[in-house]
């Protein structure tokens, strides 16, 4: 029994608790015992912003199709739009809706990210769409909080690339 799981035996009605060993669990990839725990707190805590932002993970992680209650709550506790938009833009990735991700993506891009997981969800959409007004935005607004990422530089240049090769057919 490791630590974390110690202190939520220990504190089995704790929403704190309850919400680290879940966090735990899928951190550790046990999905299934997550989510039952996850039912747990979600009857102990459910307006709480932290609750809701683990719900939106597991749903994620168990392609889970009502995450419009996580979203919901998320609103009516003052979640800000940078973490609703990232969580929206991340369940739209795992189930490929190339449509929602785009239009998504287009809103998170123009925010000042706050978070690394905003950032990093972003970069992916990125690379998924590969849209050149996309990039353009990214490259203006985000770019500059990026270190030195090989990997970045050549999506970019990619998506870049082909938009000159567009425009080189059409002059």
Sequence with gaps: MDAIEKHF??????PLAIRHYVRSLLD???VLEASFYFDLLLA?????????????????????????????????????????????????????VRRLIADCAHCLVDMELKKD???SVLIQAIEYVG??????KFIRYQYRRVGNSPHLDQI??????????????LA
């Design 131 to 136: 849209e050149y007004e996309l990039a353009r």
């Design 44 to 96: 102990a805590d459910p307006d709480s912003i932290e609750t809701n932002k683990l719900g939106y993970h597991l749903a994620i992680q168990t392609f889970e199709t009502g995450v419009q209650r996580y979203e919901r709550a998320l609103r009516k506790a003052g979640a800000s739009e940078e973490e609703i938009y990232s969580l929206q833009l991340a369940y739209y990735l795992a189930f490929n």
């Design 117 to 119: 997981f905003g950032l």
């Design 156 to 169: 970019l240049k990619r998506i870049l690339i082909k938009r000159l090769v567009e425009f080189l057919r």
């Design 28 to 30: 550790a990839g046990h």
């Design 9 to 14: 035996r220990e504190r089995q009605r704790n």
